[in-house]
Every structure is written in structure tokens, then in C-alpha cells.
């Protein structure tokens, strides 16, 4: 998950600090190195939006909100009833699903240990309850971090969300193909298993602006931003082969009608994967 789990890094501080500016999080959830990013990039957004370019908040809301609105209808209607997020981060998504579904959803922020325990004091989270926190490492098989061990706590008949939300950038492809296995086994075990993440695919418009922006994005990640796949249909074989049963790809920019975030410029660099498998599939 991160290179160094000792270590929080910049992208969870920053990220964190535009949910806050944007109205969608606590501030609890606000820190002082993500204040100082923020205002440190600020300068490059706002030039990049005056010349039509997308800008890294953008970007960042277009994704985040998509993949609300795809887990909470999945939640209305029933099917779901717990989520993980596997690299939760300083993310407001937990706060905000429970206290839209109360204590019919059990959610669960899983991290490494270093930003687990963070989130654990800043929100007063235990590793027990409907909202608890869970210290992980989505690279190991087995073990009392692993997805594996996690999901042996959960409840084996309820549908089950995992969401993966600004992880699989610093994996190359091979990488993200092993961590798809592992969703797709644990999800597996459920009669419902929903699967939402972004994903960067190989961009077709190489302007200037757009390879400025991805650049920039992988300066503030402190390496490269991993491109994967040529085009959907490679991307969804992949997810089929790891044994998910259905995937597709969701532009943001399809959503605009009903996400104001997803008509910004820059939206459709990232693409949000929903997939689905369950017991039945197995």
C-alpha cells in the first residue's frame, strides 16, 4: 500500500484537506500538513484552470463522488450492507455513510498501521462496532493484517462493498492484477461482493495540459503514476481473469448531469471500475 508504513504520505494529507474544503468531511479530519500542501498547490491549480486544464482537486472530486454514489445506491437497495475501504486514508466516506445509514451498515476503515491508528484517534474508532478501524496490508495473503484475516470478522450472509480509492496508481500492472485476486477471492465469500476503485488507463489525448498534469501528479505522489492498460476491454479481461463476474469502467464525464465534479476538466483521466462477484459466481 504505501512504500513505507511508518510513514503517512503527503497525497492522504492533502486529499484529506480538500474534502474538508469541499463540504464533504469533519474537521477532524483536517490536519496541518494537509492545510500546507493545499495552499502550496493552489497557485499551480489556479493556473492550470485558467488555461482549461484540470486541476489535481478536480480530478480528485470527480472520483471520490462517483464512487459515493455508486455504493450508496448499492447500499439503498439492499444489497450491500458492509464496506471496507482498503486504503481509507484520511477519507470522510465512513462518517458519511453512517450517518446516512446508521447502524444497519457496518463499515470499516483499513489501513496500515501508522494512518490506522491516526484515523483510529482522530475519530475515536475501536477495532470493534459498525464503524471501526482495521490496520492492514492489501499485499498479504494471510496473516492478522490481511484482507483475509479482516473478513473473517465481518458477517459471512450480507453483501459486501471493498472499495479501493488512490492505491492502485503506485502499483504497476502486475501488481494491481494480484491485488484484483485477493478482492475477488475475499469478496467471494459473500453473497453479494461489490467492487469499486479508480483507475488511470493509458490516456489517448497527449496534449500538453494533460501530460503537464500527470507529471505534476506523479511529482506529488513522490514517484511515478502507474498508467495501466491500453484500453477498457484489456482492463476488463484482467478483472474477469482475477474472477469477478461482471466490471465495467465508469466515465466520469457520463455522470455530469447528476455530479458537477465529474464536468470538470480532467475528470475523464481517471475512470472508476465497478465490479461484482459473489458465491453464486464462484
Known amino acids: ?54 486541476t489535481l482537486e478536480g480530478f480528485l472530486l470527480a472520483r471520490h463522488q462517483l464512487i ?7 447500499i439503498a437497495s439492499g444489497a450491500i450492507s458492509q464496506v471496507i475501504e482498503v486504503a481509507a486514508g484520511l477519507s470522510p466516506r465512513g462518517l458519511r455513510m453512517k450517518k446516512k445509514f446508521g447502524e444497519k451498515l457496518t463499515y470499516v476503515e483499513a489501513d496500515l498501521p501508522a ?19 482495521f490496520a492492514i496490508d492489501a499485499l498479504q495473503d494471510h496473516g492478522p493484517q490481511s484482507l483475509t484475516y479482516l473478513c473473517d470478522g465481518l458477517r459471512q450472509n450480507e453483501g459486501t462493498a471493498l472499495i479501493t480509492e488512490g492505491l ?20 467471494g465469500r459473500f453473497p453479494a461482493g461489490l467492487y469499486l476503485s479508480d483507475l488511470h488507463l493509458k490516456p489517448s489525448n ?15 505522489v513522490a514517484g511515478k503514476v502507474q498508467l495501466h492498460y491500453e484500453d477498457d476491454e484489456s482492463c476488463l479481461s484482467a478483472l474477469g481473469v482475477a474472477g469477478f463476474e461482471t466490471a465495467e469502467l465508469l466515465k466520469p464525464g457520463q ?18 471500475v465497478k465490479a461484482q462477484c459473489s458465491q453464486r459466481s464462484k
Not at 19 to 34: C, K
Not at 255 to 272: D, F, Q, T
Request: with cysteine; charged share 15%.
Open 68 to 74: 459515493d454514489l455508486q455504493l450508496e445506491q448499492a
Open 255 to 272: 455522470w455530469a448531469h447528476l455530479l458537477e465534479s465529474c464536468a470538470a476538466p480532467g475528470a475523464n483521466l481517471v475512470s472508476i
Open 115 to 133: 494512518m490506522a491508528a491516526l484515523k483510529a484517534k482522530k475519530l475515536s474508532l475501536t477495532t470493534t462496532g459498525s464503524h471501526r478501524v
Open 1 to 54: 500500500m504505501s512504500r513505507n508504513s511508518k510513514l503517512i504520505s503527503p497525497t492522504a494529507h492533502y486529499t484529506g484537506q480538500v474534502w474538508f474544503r469541499n463540504g464533504l468531511s469533519d474537521r477532524r479530519l483536517s490536519t496541518l500538513q494537509g492545510k500546507v500542501f493545499y495552499q502550496t498547490l493552489k497557485p499551480m491549480m489556479q493556473a492550470s484552470a485558467r488555461m482549461g486544464g484540470p
Open 168 to 187: 492502485l496508481n503506485y502499483f504497476p500492472q502486475h501488481a494491481v492484477e494480484g491485488l484484483w485476486n485477493r478482492f475477488a477471492s475475499a469478496l
Open 206 to 220: 497527449n496534449s500538453p495540459l494533460v501530460a503537464a498534469f500527470l507529471a505534476g501528479l506523479s511529482a506529488f
